[in-house]
């Protein structure tokens, strides 16, 4: 295999491997118990709404009321949504144990590619 696709290949490899990393985990319960004035606005969020509609957001602020953000597609629009209507709040964290599951399986994939480069050298 050329070096040039090879190494596109293993660049591309890496950096999906990257997105695993990380995961979603449930927000604190004082993100949507505490009174509003002790809330702290939360850099990015996965919001599950009443019915099952899973939405994401930025620039998340938990009102009394209301829990407000930002979509995460290019237009940036503004949603709200009634807090009786949101079931769950996730935040986006980094996971250790997925990232010792990305090094393992990309170390893998190396000895792989280097055994199999090494066996079809030539002498």
């Known amino acids: ?42 850099r990015a969020a996965r919001l599950t709404l009443r019915g099952g509609p899973q939405v994401t957001l930025v620039d998340v602020l938990v009102g009394s009321d209301s829990v407000s953000g930002y979509s995460t597609d290019s237009s940036r629009t503004r949603a709200a949504f009634a807090r009786d209507n949101v079931v769950a709040v996730e935040t986006f964290h980094f996971s250790p144990i997925r990232f010792l599951g990305v090094v393992a399986g990309v170390l893998a994939g190396v000895q792989v590619l280097l055994q199999v480069a090494l066996a079809n050298a030539k002498p």
């Open 1 to 42: 295999m050329p070096r040039r696709p090879f190494r596109v290949l293993v660049g591309a490899l890496l950096l999906l491997q990257a997105a695993g990393c990380y995961t979603h985990l449930p927000a604190p319960a004082s993100v949507m118990t505490g009174p509003p004035s002790t809330l702290r606005p939360l």
